[in-house]
């Protein structure tokens, strides 16, 4: 199947502080993928939709100074986590489909875990 | 909105034992229904989806039939082993392609 790498794998950064989080399409082209956080034990939440060539739209209560979004090519989309503060410890994640309908799969990456000290 | 609503769990069961997810959905179009699986340590993976009413789903010995009367989509596997261990989301997709998740359920199969 389609395949999604998602970089670094886990990370820990001092409060303050700002992160990036890849997220590729190795084997397709995707004009649109999703980013998600996960707090332990409780499922995923849609935080926002990175557009290629467009600003990405973000979920209600979703801060978009904090978490900036660029998806600069068909492969690669990028979340950054500004000024990170402790509360935003968790685990995110990318997900992208190959073009199609939206029953089409929905491939994820294997997740960022960061840790804010 | 859209919403799902699963399962709370965990779920302690033994090998060869049946197993059961209910999940129940909200949606204002006519969704596609997945169910995903995380294996501990690792990403989510699909493990079956139904696009119209009355599909059945299959993969795994996993099934699940989208019943659109219901608003449903239970899981289902006949006998489950301990590599079945794992935490199983269900999930919906409309017509913007987002995925809306339930919570998730932790299975734990003991040998």
């Known amino acids: 199947g389609a395949v999604v790498s998602q970089h670094p794998s886990r990370v820990i950064c001092k409060s303050g502080t700002s992160v990036k989080i890849e997220c590729r399409s190795l084997?397709?082209?995707?004009?649109?993928m999703f980013w998600y956080r996960q707090f332990p034990k409780q499922s995923l939440m849609l935080m926002a939709t990175?557009?290629?060539?467009?600003?990405?739209?973000?979920e209600q209560g979703v801060e978009k100074d904090k978490f900036l979004i660029n998806h600069a090519s068909l492969t690669l989309s990028t979340l950054t986590v500004t000024s990170a503060h402790p509360e935003d410890s968790s685990f995110y994640i990318c997900?992208?489909?190959?073009?199609?309908?939206?029953?089409?799969?929905?491939?994820f990456g294997q997740g960022t875990r960061l840790t804010v000290v | 909105g859209n919403s799902v609503t699963q399962m709370e769990g965990p779920v302690t069961l033994s090998e060869e034992a049946f197993l059961t997810i209910n999940c129940t959905y909200t949606?204002?179009?006519?969704?596609?229904l997945f169910w995903y699986v995380q294996y501990p340590g690792e990403g989510l993976q699909l493990l079956l989806k139904?696009?119209?009413?009355?599909d059945k789903g299959s993969n795994k010995g996993f099934e699940a039939t989208y019943r659109k009367e219901t608003t449903s989509f239970h899981l289902e596997k006949g006998s489950v082993q301990v590599s079945d261990s794992a935490v199983y989301f269900c999930?919906?997709?409309?017509?913007?392609?987002?995925?809306?998740f339930g919570a998730g359920t932790t299975v734990t199969v003991r040998a």
């Open positions: 084997d397709f082209q995707a004009t649109t």
């Open positions: 949606a204002t179009g006519y969704p596609s």
């Open positions: 139904a696009t119209k009413a009355d």
């Open positions: 999930a919906l997709s409309d017509y913007d392609y987002k995925l809306s």
């Open positions: 990175s557009n290629e060539g467009s600003k990405a739209t973000y």
């Open positions: 997900s992208a489909s190959p073009p199609g309908n939206r029953a089409t799969e929905a491939f």
